[in-house]
């Protein structure tokens, strides 16, 4: 099944609204016209609406870095799925590995929110991927499965058609260690394979499945070659516009 390609941009806590524009606006102009793939940019909350009228009549794609689940209520501090949908934004990353780490986030509670996206029709970017020690233990598999297991526990095929996943070893954020195409394409072919299981062989095959962790525009082809890579998610080379615009340009 083809699988429209996805490169994706998370900005982490990084732009000011006039640095978040000023980029907005370079990628507007260098993408026009790349109808084979998907461009998504995921600024920080407070650039989301400016940054939504810039890239709003573009072919570039909305998307936050996070949310709760609840669509309104006494939560200081936090952003609903509505809010979101509000500003433009059509995707929404969920349990990213600084989110899980840093804080605290458990697949109980990603749960919740990928079905509040869902919900809601935005799309979840469920994030997933061992540390160096699991890795090194050779837990990957069993550490990758869990995740999802946990992410999309009482979820329904039906309501996954717009799911995409991201495998993001940690060891390979913000470090300049990549996994290597195989190394990545290993784990890829073993989720698509486990949400097969889950979800059936067709659905799998259309779901998109993301690599993230220090891709560049040095490794970005051999990455993007591999048969289950279906897209990047993109870190500290998203935040400059020469950069993202060659991850975006991959050849392959
Ligand atoms: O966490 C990441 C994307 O979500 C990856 O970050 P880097 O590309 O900076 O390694």
Redesign the pocket.
């Known amino acids: 099944m083809e699988r429209l390609p996805l490169i994706a941009g ?1 900005w ?1 806590m990084y732009k000011t609204v006039a640095e978040a524009l000023d980029l907005a606006q370079g990628l507007a102009k260098e993408c026009q016209g790349l109808g084979d793939r998907e461009v998504l940019i995921c600024p920080p909350f407070t650039a989301l609406k400016p940054v939504s009228e810039v890239v709003s009549n573009t072919s570039i794609q909305l998307g936050a870095q996070n949310c709760y689940y609840e669509d309104q209520g006494a939560f200081t501090g936090e952003i609903s799925p509505l809010m979101l949908k509000d500003v433009g934004c059509r995707y929404v ?1 969920l349990g ?3 989110r899980r780490h840093i804080f605290g986030e458990t697949d109980e509670l990603i749960n919740k929110k990928v079905a509040a996206v869902i919900r809601h029709g935005l799309r979840p970017i469920l ?1 997933v991927g061992e540390r160096l020690e699991e890795r090194e233990s050779g837990e990957t598999f069993q550490v990758v499965k869990t995740q999802i297991d946990g992410g999309l526990a009482g979820l329904e095929g039906k309501d996954l058609k717009d799911l995409v996943i ?1 495998y ?1 070893p940690v060891w ?4 300049g260690k990549t996994a290597t195409p195989d190394q990545a394409q290993e784990v890829h072919a073993f989720i698509r394979n486990h949400l097969g299981e889950l979800f059936g062989d067709t659905l799998a095959k259309g779901l998109r499945i993301l690599y ?4 560049k525009p040095d490794n970005i082809d051999s990455l993007m070659a591999q048969d289950d890579i279906d897209g990047v ?6 935040l400059k516009l020469e950069s993202f615009v060659r991850i975006v340009k991959y050849q392959g």
């Open positions: 998370n982490k990353i990213h590995s600084e994030c991201a993001e390979a954020i913000g470090t993230g962790g220090s891709v998610l993109v870190g500290g080379a998203s």
